[in-house]
């Protein structure tokens, strides 16, 4: 059973950095897109991230361009979300979420992915 275990988060001055981690484990991480999501209280969850099973990134929101980087470690079975110049706006849970596709382009919908972290909350104060 695939499981996926966030750490990182925390509070963290506005124009501050974080970088969360994602880690994977119960099945072929090189078989898995994982992406990263976030939850602001009352809202959606929407996508910020994906890494696909190669480990090409892409991003589509444009609150994190230029401020977010997905990235992954194939010898440690880990998605990292660098963040930085935060604001309160990004105050939110971070999840991690996963799928097994090699499509090069995985989904950006929640409901496409099975496997879901427990959240790590990073809170942006001002």
């Not at 925390?10 to 880690?23: D, E, I, M, N, P």
């Not at 078989?31 to 090409?56: C, H, I, L, M």
């Not at 799928?99 to 099975?114: I, M, N, V």
Request: glycine share 10%.
């Amino acid at each position: 059973q695939v499981q996926l275990v966030e750490s990182g988060g925390g509070l963290v001055q506005a124009g501050g950095s974080l970088r969360l981690s994602c880690t994977f484990s119960g099945g072929l991480f090189t078989a898995y897109a994982v992406s990263w999501f976030r939850q602001a209280p009352g809202k959606e969850r929407d996508v910020v991230a994906v890494s696909n099973y190669a480990g090409e990134s892409t991003y589509y929101a444009d609150f994190e361009k230029d401020r977010f980087t997905i990235s992954r470690d194939h010898t440690k079975n880990t998605v990292y979300l660098q963040m930085s110049n935060l604001s309160p706006e990004d105050t939110a849970v971070y999840l991690c979420a996963a799928k097994s596709t090699f499509d090069r382009y995985p989904p950006q919908g929640a409901s496409e992915y099975p496997y879901w972290g427990q959240g790590t909350q990073v809170t942006v104060s001002s």
